[in-house]
């Protein structure tokens, strides 16, 4: 991300990641291939919001590192976590297609606490799409940087607004 730094610091939206995490029923195998599915999906989701100017809040890819999804009891105490996280945000995007049964209660706990809730879905594999919207936007990021002067040393990102 070579964009230009136009946030002060703490003034960014925070916004909730609300992508699938857990694996559908299938074959260890199919599991473990859906669950990196589901991580590329969350890891492209925030660097996206990043690149928009936001501070993106995704547990589902954090407390899975220490907490553990298979066993009920952590997976709820899991859930609590998330849901703190989710109560200090400024929106809740809804990334792709999909929404599974912990999805569904962060959007309905987002809307309880009149968060609001932005889907963004896609036409196609949502992969492909975050991967183009976010590399391209890094590719020209780099075409402008190399048109600008090379005595601005700030890196990072333009916020205008949005």
């Known amino acids: 991300m070579k964009q230009k730094v136009a946030i002060e610091l703490g003034t960014r939206k925070r916004v909730f990641i609300c992508s699938p995490l857990r694996p559908r029923k299938g074959t260890p195998k199919e599991q473990r291939r859906e669950l990196f599915h589901n991580l590329e999906l969350v890891s492209l989701a925030c660097r996206y919001a990043v690149q928009h100017g936001c501070n993106p809040m995704a547990p589902h890819l954090l407390i899975p590192a220490f907490l553990d999804d298979?066993?009920?009891e952590e997976r709820q105490v899991g859930i609590e976590l998330g849901i703190d996280w989710l109560m200090d945000c400024d929106e809740l995007w809804v990334i792709g297609e999909r929404i599974s049964e912990g999805m569904q209660n962060e959007i309905d706990m987002a809307l309880d606490l009149d968060i609001p809730v932005i889907r963004i879905g896609f036409i196609g594999d949502p992969i492909r799409a975050?991967?183009?919207?976010?590399?391209?936007?890094?590719?020209?990021?780099?075409?402008?940087?190399?048109?600008?002067?090379?005595?601005?040393?700030?890196?990072?990102?333009?916020?205008?607004?949005?």
């Open 70 to 72: 298979t066993d009920a």
């Open 130 to 162: 975050l991967e183009s919207l976010v590399f391209e936007e890094n590719k020209d990021a780099d075409s402008e940087e190399d048109e600008t002067d090379e005595d601005d040393e700030e890196e990072g990102l333009i916020y205008d607004g949005d």
